[in-house]
Nanobody
Framework: QVQLVESGGGLVQAGGSLRLSCIAS????????MGWYRQAPGKQREQVAF???????DYAESVKGRFAISRDNAKNTMYLQMDSLKPEDTAVYYC????????WGKGTQVTVAS
């Protein structure tokens, strides 16, 4: 089984930045897409950023121009750079990788203070 571990969450003031990391166990061969999701208390989990194996990316309208998804295959790591953070970005952020199976991390808390 592939395991995903997120890190980099924390408390930041509005307008600040955070960089989230998601480290996957084993090889990412066979992974066809990966992305970042978030869930605030009492709300549905939503897709934040998405990248396919060919490199194309997509972002939720609410984060376009502020967030950037990237990957480092040599380190089996996916990143989410978050700039100009807003209080409404507060949520637990999860990484997801899709291949033969659908893999999810346990999440990392991001809190943005106004």
């Amino acid at each position: 089984q592939v395991q995903l571990v997120e890190s980099g969450g924390g408390l930041v003031q509005a307008g600040g930045s955070l960089r989230l990391s998601c480290i996957a166990s084993g090889s990412m061969s066979g992974i066809v897409s990966m992305g970042w999701y978030r869930q605030a208390p009492g709300k549905q989990r939503e897709q934040v950023a998405f990248i396919v194996i060919g490199g194309s990316t997509d972002y939720a309208e609410s984060v376009k121009g502020r967030f950037a998804i990237s990957r480092d295959n040599a380190k089996n790591t996916m990143y989410l750079q978050m700039d100009s953070l807003k209080p409404e970005d507060t949520a637990v952020y999860y990484c997801r990788m899709v291949g033969l199976w659908d893999y999810w991390g346990k999440g990392t808390q991001v809190t943005v203070a106004s």
